[in-house]
């Protein structure tokens, strides 16, 4: 299969990570296998979106550290209420592969939830008053999880399932009050849930208290000239900054190291600041934004990763240092995010109002950001700054500088701050190839990146890199709120031209029936009528004896060949079902993405089934009564895998190949020999695209050789009897 290396997305959020593998803590729990999510930190309350109160769907969670022989992973959900244990949601069989769920994605087979005992996840729904406690669990197991197919997979049926397989497992816990259900909408300037946009937004929408600071926030926004694409609401405690965080001005020119990503508007993004600041005991870092700049872009602080200890300057990590920022002074994050991390100095050019007292951002604390000077134009001396890059002022009390020098801007909060209700520019969904997921170019200067945005209204960045030139564009999606068609030629990805359609929140309902063909091959013909549903990772071609029956429509060589075909056929029994079945390889080493960073060996899976269409009976699935000749395997070495410059035939990348016997197609053909398809489950297989346009039979069985992984073309036969 093309295929992906899957990698968790590093989108610069503020995660709180659990320890749990390898060695135990005091409590019993393994240290080094860390659950967390970028939607909602441990012990902190759960946004609304994920509740039956919000769009009910499943929250993001990103994991890594599993014990090294981890094959599986199974996830529940749970919650310990007075009368019992109620469960809301059960995974098992993901694969070791992964190490992040989306919100509101499936990996693996689903267990039941105690709401409805449905195969799905269930929001939280409390019905009675009062703070409720939810537990993620993790679970790391070294074989499949093995049920009765007939069985409901419920919590304890998992737990017992799982209980002399699990290598460790890692744990978060959060809180959810229902708010107050006298009517549906919920109540004016209600404080938002924590690190939920949605909730924001509510807030933002529902304001209207006006305050001698909401107005000097708001008169700092229009006097600089930003008023019609910044807006500014107040309640009696917070001024809410809502823009797209996407500025006017010249962008990513001048990075020489960048990361790959290009900025795309976050559309009703909604910032909080305080308005009645007070200093706090301690400072807080903060691995995200701290404040808002008077255009409504994000400011961070000037580390490209990770909190920063604000008494240690660290050039390692100095976007400024490293060529990560453009002339204005931002970059675009792992989220596509557009943000600053020094002076914002095109926005200051830009500004109606530009002079050293006009004030250029807002911390999240409520204390005002000024330029390099003091408000009256004066120098700022040498260690007149403190830690977080400020110091006392006469109107605001507080009040912090940018700097020519490190930290250039904002390092720390001074004043009093609630990081849970903090915004978190959301990262663009759909990424389920990893085209985006995981952008990281090798280390070295590109060159001549430009950033240009079209009459049309796409955006492209293009760069060169050791002589070869790459790209990135994006266009307004035809379908989705704020959806966007991206095409990329990367370095991250080996240069290949890749194409997705990712969005900054839902994604478009994508699931279409597919399409059923008719057979037009006048020899396949006979008194009773078929349909043939098919899907194959990443191609195969059907035959009705030694006639052709339908061929994969869709290329082994395009990106993400995945589709199902469906055909109707006419014929008489005993049918015979000749196919041959391929995954795709670049040469005879079995490898694909050869020299890039993701060379690996493609995996592949197969699976049909066949409908009599006038009594509407399955007659026949894809199982291991299937006879399947392997004909080319490769690598025969697995280590192959990891060669600099892997040539076929030697080394580990030795193969072996044949040609299908010239009469593998006719009745009289002895198979014999030939050894009996290999059932696969779903979570080794990982079916990707129009998999899930088919309502498959239960019975239908994903069928290859032996190995996903090296075994490349196969020829399969059976024969269907009429059913008794």
């Not at 769907?57 to 996830?75: C, E, F, K, R, V």
């Not at 807080?284 to 490209?304: E, H, K, R």
């Not at 009040?399 to 909060?413: D, E, K, N, V």
């Not at 663009?428 to 950033?451: F, K, M, S, W, Y």
Request: hydrophobic share 30%; aromatic share 8%; glycine share 8%.
């Amino acid at each position: 299969m093309m295929k992906k290396i899957n990698a968790m997305c590093l989108m610069g959020l503020c995660c709180l990570l659990l320890t749990a593998c390898n060695s135990q803590d005091p409590q019993g729990r393994e240290q080094g296998f860390t659950l967390s999510s970028p939607a909602v930190n441990d012990d902190s309350k759960l946004p609304m979106v994920y509740t039956c109160d919000g769009k009910g769907i499943s929250p993001p969670l990103n994991w890594h550290g599993a014990p090294t022989d981890t094959q599986y992973y199974a996830l529940i959900m749970d919650h310990e209420a007075p009368e019992g244990m109620h469960w809301y949601w059960t995974l098992y069989n993901i694969p070791a592969s992964k190490t992040h769920i989306d919100a509101g994605e499936t990996l693996g087979e689903v267990g039941s939830n105690s709401v409805n005992n449905v195969n799905q996840y269930a929001p939280p729904c409390s019905k009675g008053p009062g703070v409720k406690r939810y537990t993620y669990t993790l679970y790391a197991l070294s074989a499949p999880v093995i049920v009765n197919p007939n069985v409901t997979v419920d919590r304890a049926t998992l737990l017992n399932a799982i209980k002399d397989i699990t290598l460790g497992s890692a744990s978060m816990s959060v809180t959810y009050e229902r708010p107050d259900r006298g009517g549906d909408r919920p109540k004016p300037n209600r404080k938002p849930e924590p690190n939920d946009q949605t909730s924001l937004n509510s807030a933002y929408l529902t304001a209207n208290v006006d305050s001698p600071r909401c107005t000097q926030i708001k008169q700092s926004i229009s006097q600089a000239g930003f008023g019609e694409s910044v807006s500014v609401t107040c309640d009696e405690n917070y001024a809410y900054v809502a823009s797209s965080t996407y500025p006017e001005h010249e962008m990513m020119t001048g990075i020489t190291s960048t990361n790959e990503q290009i900025p795309v508007p976050a559309k009703d993004y909604v910032a909080p600041i305080k308005l009645h600041p007070q200093k706090a005991q301690s400072v807080t870092t903060i691995d995200a934004a701290v404040g808002v700049a008077v255009n409504g872009v994000p400011i961070y602080d000037y580390s490209s990763q990770g909190e920063l200890d604000v008494n240690s300057y660290d050039e390692q990590h100095d976007t400024v240092v490293l060529g990560q920022l453009d002339i204005c002074g931002g970059h675009a994050g792992r989220g596509d995010d557009y943000h600053y991390h020094a002076a914002p100095t095109c926005m200051i050019d830009a500004m109606e109002n530009q002079g050293s007292d006009a004030i250029i951002g807002w911390g999240y604390d409520g204390y005002p950001l000024y330029g390099n000077n003091n408000p009256d134009g004066s120098p700022i001396a040498k260690g007149q700054l403190d830690v977080c890059n400020g110091q006392s002022d006469p109107t605001f009390g507080y009040r912090y500088q940018t700097s020519t020098t490190p930290p250039y801007i904002i390092q720390c909060l001074v004043g009093e701050v609630d990081t849970s209700r903090l915004p978190r520019v959301a990262p663009l969904n759909g990424d389920t190839q990893g085209i985006r997921a995981d952008l990281r170019p090798p280390r070295g200067n590109v060159e001549n990146l430009t950033h240009t945005i079209a009459e049309d209204g796409s955006r492209t960045m293009r760069y060169s890199y050791k002589g070869e030139d790459y790209f990135t564009t994006y266009r307004p999606a035809r379908e989705g709120k704020n959806c966007y068609e991206f095409t990329q030629k990367t370095i991250s990805n080996g240069g290949k031209v890749e194409t997705g359609t990712f969005c900054r929140g839902p994604l478009p309902n994508k699931h279409t029936a597919t399409v059923t063909k008719q057979s037009t091959n006048p020899e396949i013909t006979g008194e009773h009528h078929f349909k043939l549903d098919a899907w194959a990772d990443n191609w195969f071609t059907a035959y009705i004896g030694e006639q052709l029956l339908i061929e994969d429509s869709v290329p082994i060589t395009t990106e993400r060949s995945f589709n199902a075909e469906s055909i109707t056929f006419s014929a008489n029994y005993p049918i015979e079902l000749n196919l041959m079945i391929k995954d795709f390889k670049q040469n005879d080493t079995g490898l694909e993405y050869i020299g890039a960073r993701n060379q690996q060996m493609g995996d592949g899976g197969f699976i049909m089934q066949l409908t009599d269409t006038d009594s509407q009976a399955v007659v026949a699935v894809s199982d291991k009564s299937f006879k399947c000749e392997v004909l080319h395997k490769a690598p025969l070495n697995k280590r192959c895998e990891n060669e600099a410059n892997p040539v076929a035939g030697e080394g580990f990348c030795t193969f072996m190949a044949k040609e299908a016997p010239s009469d593998w197609l006719s009745s009289d053909f002895d198979d014999s020999d030939w050894p009996n398809a290999v059932e696969h489950d779903f979570a080794s297989v990982g079916p990707k695209d129009g998999y899930d346009d088919i309502n498959w039979d239960k019975r239908a069985k994903f069928i290859w050789g032996d190995d996903l992984e090296t075994d490349n073309t196969l020829i399969c036969k059976v024969t269907i009897l009429p059913p008794k």
